[in-house]
């Protein structure tokens, strides 16, 4: 892998380095909202998410961003008790649900990319104890053909009694795209997110499947 991306990045040691693609990460996880919040605190939030004025503006980007996007396999997590695809043996679900990103370079500089991501998350019936800690990656890829870098993120999360669902934005920094020459744009590369899934979980993502754990109050 590592000697197919040298051809787009030549002259690099390492086309895209995980020292470098992900140096100084700084994830803020932006808080966990209830079912209950009130219209004022979801209002500050959408502005919070919706908020494009990142310290990557201070540098311009001198073309396209790098094309930002959630793997189709891995975009949703679901966890069964005994692999039985069920309500009732739901343990842990996830979904990404959104993806903003911006970036910025300029001459033969490196691209620098920000990101924040939206995560539902879900405890079923099933789950064992409050707290979950799921698993996402970031990769880097030459678009459409190979993986740069990758890197897995713990993302903890813990339900309050009685809670089922739990929305996280979590912000992601300095994701560091090192380039050749001035005439490679971000263009030529993707950023990938995805949960950490199992075989099973990708299968059942790639035929189709949805699910999202439905608590008996709201059924009624």
């Not at 500050?44 to 959630?70: F, H, I, M, Q």
């Not at 692999?83 to 001459?107: F, L, V």
């Not at 992601?172 to 263009?187: C, K, L, Q």
């Not at 075989?199 to 999202?212: L, P, T, V």
Request: hydrophobic content about 35%; aromatic content about 10%; proline content about 3%.
């Amino acid at each position: 892998m590592i000697s197919s991306s040298r051809r787009l990045l030549a002259g690099l040691c390492l086309g895209v380095f995980l020292s470098g693609a992900f140096a100084g990460v700084a994830m803020a996880q932006q808080g966990q909202k209830s079912d209950e919040e009130t219209a004022e605190e979801k209002a500050k939030k959408d502005d919070e998410w919706n908020d494009r004025t990142l310290s990557l503006k201070k540098v311009k980007a001198e073309g396209p961003c790098p094309y930002v996007k959630v793997l189709y396999d891995a975009a949703r997590y679901h966890e069964f008790k005994d692999n039985k695809e069920a309500s009732n043996a739901a343990k842990w679900t996830g979904e990404i649900n959104g993806i903003t990103a911006d970036c910025a370079y300029k001459g033969a500089d490196p691209i620098q990319v920000g990101m924040s991501i939206g995560f539902s998350l879900g405890r079923g019936p099933e789950a064992d104890g409050q707290t979950k800690i799921y698993h996402y990656w970031v990769a880097v890829t030459e678009r459409d053909t190979t993986v740069l870098a990758k890197q897995v993120f713990d993302l903890p999360v813990t339900f309050a009694p009685g809670q089922e669902r739990i929305d996280v934005n979590t912000r992601i920094e300095n994701i560091t795209i090192p380039r050749a020459d001035i005439s490679v744009s971000g263009s030529n590369f993707e950023v990938l997110v995805g949960f950490d899934v199992t075989q099973q979980m990708a299968e059942f993502n790639r035929d189709g499947k949805h699910f999202r754990y439905v608590s008996g109050t709201e059924q009624k």
